[in-house]
């Protein structure tokens, strides 16, 4: 079974930090993870990518993130990682963690979300 859970979310001021963290785990085989990512919904919106890495580390950045977000990985730990400062209003949605696994015995991976975890930040 995989699971992919996300933790870290909470109400920030505008202006301030979070760290949100996301942990990927297989309990019935051994397993690889490629591209894995931050997603956003905010009400009324379509969900939006906020970060993606590489299993070799590249980065992108949504451009409203550009500068005060950022993304990294701990392939040991299957655990996936984004720093938000400077925080506004706007960023507030849920937020999602995406990880493309591939199980032994696969030939392609998969992608897999997380339940999300609430970020809101009051003006």
């Known amino acids: 079974q995989v699971r992919v859970v996300e933790s870290g979310g909470g109400l920030v001021p505008a202006g301030g930090s979070l760290r949100l963290s996301c942990a990927a785990s297989?309990?019935?085989?051994?397993?690889?993870?490629?591209?894995m990512g931050w997603y956003r919904q905010a009400p009324g919106k379509q969900r939006e990518l906020v970060a993606g890495?590489?299993?070799?580390?590249?980065?992108n950045f949504a451009e409203a993130v550009k500068g005060r977000f950022t993304i990294s990985r701990d392939n040991a730990k299957a655990t996936l990682y984004l720093q938000m400062n400077s925080l506004k209003p706007e960023d507030t949605a849920v937020y999602y963690c995406?990880?493309?696994?591939?199980?032994?015995?696969?030939?392609?991976?998969?992608?897999?979300w997380g339940q999300g975890t609430q970020v809101t930040v009051s003006s």
């Open positions: 890495i590489t299993s070799g580390g590249s980065t």
């Open positions: 297989v309990s019935d085989s051994s397993f690889s993870i490629n591209t």
């Open positions: 995406n990880a493309a696994i591939k199980r032994v015995g696969e030939s392609f991976y998969h992608d897999y």
